[in-house]
């Protein structure tokens, strides 16, 4: 299959190496012109669970040069950066592609009608994981899963097959927009008190209070999607959350929020909890928690957006 992964990442890079490896032809579409250089130049690293680093050439072009026809482009890209990536890759982007998008967060779907047929489009949720370390550079960890459906009426089984022949374990679901909220609230708990904690998800869950927190943010996210006619499984997140605490799963992943803080990046906070605490306010439903969570991450982008230009102008003098 000609797949496209446009956002080359940290984890479009790990599933566009995966991809490649499983025989597709794979090209990274990626905005970033050092990690560009550096993939193109010298090969993707793939450090895995702190072994030996493997090299992967896999081309990288900016959304203006990419040319051709994809049978699959798969959309990675952070959730406020997605509008912007489809409205620069529209002229590679035919009747006959498919767009799967796996990023995090609510409202991705809305965006993606805005610019193709809905039988265009698959959505999913992953728990596969992966840090960008530098230019060109990739940590992974553990293992992970994929589940999509299709939004219109598009056969959705020949990308479940393509991606499953690169051992991405990924299964079809009939409800995907409950998986999403599923998703949602597994970010909601594990992103943003990885970077109020300072932690990976293995340390957050030694905090002898992190299940009762974790509790407490998801029956305020249960009340909301009530409101919406979306049934939020608490249960099933608390068990996935175990899960990942394991290190075969996730236990050393640094969740992406907390890599977006460290590279004084805006965060996907606003489609998370953000998400959650300001329908809460509109339906008259009390979100606590999540608006605390919400001012919280914002503030400490704020401080080391801040940090990183002091430290960028010391550099300069
Ligand atoms: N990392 C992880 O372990 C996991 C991530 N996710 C989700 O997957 C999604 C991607 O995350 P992640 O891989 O960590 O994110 P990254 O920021 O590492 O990767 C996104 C890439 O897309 C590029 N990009 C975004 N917009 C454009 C554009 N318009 N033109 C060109 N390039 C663009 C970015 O470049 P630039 O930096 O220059 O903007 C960046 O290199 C997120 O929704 C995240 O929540 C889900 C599960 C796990
Ligand atoms: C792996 C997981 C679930 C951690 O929260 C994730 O989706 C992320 O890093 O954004």
Redesign the pocket.
Known sequence: MKIAIA??????ARLGVKLQAAGHEVTGI???PA?IAAINTNGLIVIHDNQAPKKYFVPVV??QEVTGEFDLIIL????P?LD??LT?IAPVVTKNTQLLV????LGNIEVIEKHVARDQILAGV?L???T?AKPGEIHTTGSGSIKLQAIGHANAEPVVEAMNQAGLNVELTDDVLTAIWHKAGINSVLNPLSVLLDANIAEFGTAGNGMDLALTILDEIQKVGALQGIKVDIAAIMSDLTNLLKPENAGN?YP?MY?DIQNGKRT?IDFLNGYFSKIGHQEDVPTPLNTMITHLIHAKEDIERVKIAKQQETFEI
Not at 7 to 12: D, Q
Request: glycine share 16%.
């Open positions: 956002g080359f990442g940290a984890l479009g990626d905005g970033w990690h900016t959304p990675l890209t952070k959730t950066q912007r990536m620069d796996l990023s995090n967060g992953t596969w994981t992966s960008l992943h992406s890599q996907e």
